[in-house]
């Protein structure tokens, strides 16, 4: 009878290693690209931000796609450990051609093993070289006479409320039903 009730011990032990198992997700998610404003012939830096929405830690590839012609993206450390619930912020660099100037589009995606894509459209503002000689001073006529100025000590400035972030669900993943079930199963045999 002994041995029954350590087979038995074992057997619920091993069920529950093999659901751990079954549960763990891969799901990473490109969350921010900085803004990119640039000129022709010149490098800009940015950074992406990639979050880990899933309950196991990968290495994470960044993968650039969807790519304009003389546009280049450099990234020292492209592969880095993610981790489930962080955030995780590669530094890159653009480099820009002899593109004329306008508003350019880029997709950055994730490349991991078992994860679903979590591409983020970005943009990269190349505007024009302003010469020495295109900026000019302006004039501005100075009143003449006396000036009023007033003071309202009732006006307070508007404050800024933050934007309320949403909580991030939490729910028990599939094995943990499968664990309490067979916990259940392991007292019900010790009892009998």
Excluded at 14 to 25: D, I, K, N, P, Y
Excluded at 97 to 107: C, I, K, W
Aim: net charge positive; glycine share 6%.
């Amino acid at each position: 009878m002994l041995m029954k009730n350590h087979f038995s011990v074992l057997l619920i032990l091993l069920l529950l290693l093999l659901a751990g198992q079954a549960t763990a997700s891969f799901w990473f998610k490109v969350i921010e690209v900085t803004p990119i404003e640039m000129t022709p012939h010149s490098e800009a830096n940015f950074t992406v931000s990639v979050k880990g929405l899933g309950s196991e830690r990968a290495y994470v590839e960044l993968v650039f796609k969807n790519k304009t012609e003389g546009i280049d993206f450099i990234c020292p450390k492209m592969i880095k450990n993610v981790y489930p619930t962080g955030v995780t912020k590669y530094n890159c660099s653009v480099k820009a051609a002899d593109v004329p100037p306008g508003n350019y589009s880029f997709v950055v995606d994730v490349a991991a093993t078992g994860s679903p894509s979590g591409k983020k459209t970005a943009f990269i503002n190349v505007v024009a070289v302003k010469s020495p000689a295109a900026i000019e001073p302006r004039e501005q006529s100075m009143p003449t006479g006396p000036m009023l100025q007033t003071y309202n000590g009732n006006q307070t400035p508007a404050k800024e409320t933050p934007a309320k972030e949403t909580p991030a669900q939490k729910t028990p993943a599939s094995g943990a039903v499968t664990a309490i079930l067979a916990m259940l199963l392991v007292f019900w045999k010790m009892e009998s």
